[in-house]
């Protein structure tokens, strides 16, 4: 059995477990963060494949997987069985009273989908995780980067290509040393243009 099969136990995507993430819930009316809801179920015994501090990043995405796995079950049983609906977001978890309207048009929730495969699960390596969370840096670095050099033009998203040309232009007519501009804030805004087209 290898490690991904260990753990998609039947301690994960069982009714008892069900209970747990469901009682932990109940404890919590005004809603719980995902990292204190995993912490509770850890000390409750579940998780157990996972290490100690700083847990590796391939675990912590099996917990959060088998998590979200059970909360998609429970909301999609409160669903149907209309006793409540349960809201899923990043930082909170939490019942809230079923309404009778909700049981209309159902719009497709691809979250849900992934979550309740659990061939997801077995199909994501460490690696794959690993490059996920290089990825996201990877963005949150160039987001950071767009802002400065949209600063470094005198703007702020949203803002469209032709507007950042326009921008550079006239910066740069401005700031070009033949008409007594500066070489370095000249340098500065090629750079700005370079990191936005």
Known sequence: MNSESRLISDQHIGEEFFAAVAGELEHHPAGVSEYDLLTALRAEGYFSFMGPSPVPHHELFCAHFLL?????????????????????????????????????LVRPDPLRAYYLDLANLQATTARDVDELLASFWMRLQNRDRRAEALAQLGLTDPVDDAAIKQAYRRLVMEHHPDRGGDTANLQAINAALAVLL
């Open 68 to 104: 979200f796995h059970a909360l998609y079950r429970l909301r999609d049983d409160a669903y149907r069985t209309q006793r409540a609906r349960l809201d899923i977001t990043p930082l909170k978890i939490r019942w809230q009273p079923y309404r009778a309207a909700e049981g209309g």
